[in-house]
């Protein structure tokens, strides 16, 4: 099945820091990629969605000044959390849609910010 | 705006048994997707079965099958024969079928245990 990389893991930061999570289609070419972020034993809240090559459209409530995304190529999305702060602290997962053929979702592993 | 619930925060089943869980969405669209995805404690996004709306037929994928009833707005995951390794958090997803941009819209998920 398609795969799709997500890094880093985990990371710690120090609060005032910017901190890039990269989202990778390994397989297959990726017209659109989600960011989600997910608190603690809850749902999948959807904070952007991205086409490749233009700007990121991002959901109510989503500050896009602290939340940069960037979907450079067909099979490469970024999230960068600018001047990340403790309440920025959460689990960042990334999906990809290849948007032909059968409509298949794919997601990144996540990734575990915590801003100390 | 589409809405997915899920009014089962919690479901537990005997190993080697069946348990449904439940799912129920609000659209004003005829075509649209219906997944049901698995989280397990790793907290990979696992694809675990897909319906589009257009199909009769209720999907199956080996132990997994939902039943879909389009009119009553409802798709149900069925797993049968169940084993420890099903134990997740289980999250019902809505994607409107519509060309241009769209988004996947997850329920709250249901957090199956299942009892050895």
């Known amino acids: 099945g398609a795969v799709v990389s997500q890094h880093p893991s985990r990371v710690i930061c120090k609060s005032g820091t910017s901190v890039k999570i990269e989202c990778r289609s390994l397989d297959f070419q990726a017209t659109t990629m989600f960011w989600y972020r997910q608190f603690p034993k809850q749902s999948l809240m959807l904070m952007a969605t991205s086409n490749e090559g233009s700007k990121a459209t991002y959901e109510q409530g989503v500050e896009k000044d602290k939340f940069l995304i960037n979907h450079a190529s067909l099979t490469l999305s970024t999230l960068t959390v600018t001047s990340a702060h403790p309440e920025d602290s959460s689990f960042y997962i990334c999906?990809?849609?290849?948007?032909?053929?059968?409509?298949?979702?794919?997601f990144g592993s996540g990734t575990q910010l915590s801003v100390l | 705006a589409q809405t997915v619930t899920q009014s089962q925060p919690e479901m537990s089943v005997q190993e080697a048994e069946t348990v449904t869980l439940s799912c129920t969405y609000d659209t004003s669209e005829s075509d649209y997707y219906l997944f049901w995805y698995k989280q397990p404690p790793s907290r990979q996004m696992i694809l675990v079965i897909r319906?589009?709306?257009?199909?009769?037929q209720n999907a199956t994928e080996n132990r997994f099958s939902v039943n879909f009833q389009k009119a009553a707005k409802s798709f149900s995951l069925k797993i049968s024969d169940s084993q420890l390794g099903d134990a997740a958090m289980y999250f019902c997803?809505?994607?409107?079928?519509?060309?241009?941009?769209?988004?996947?819209?997850f329920g709250t998920g249901t957090r199956l245990k299942v009892l050895a």
């Open positions: 997803a809505y994607r409107s079928g519509t060309s241009g941009t769209y988004k996947y819209i």
């Open positions: 999906s990809a849609s290849s948007g032909t053929g059968v409509e298949k979702l794919f």
């Open positions: 319906q589009e709306a257009y199909k009769q």
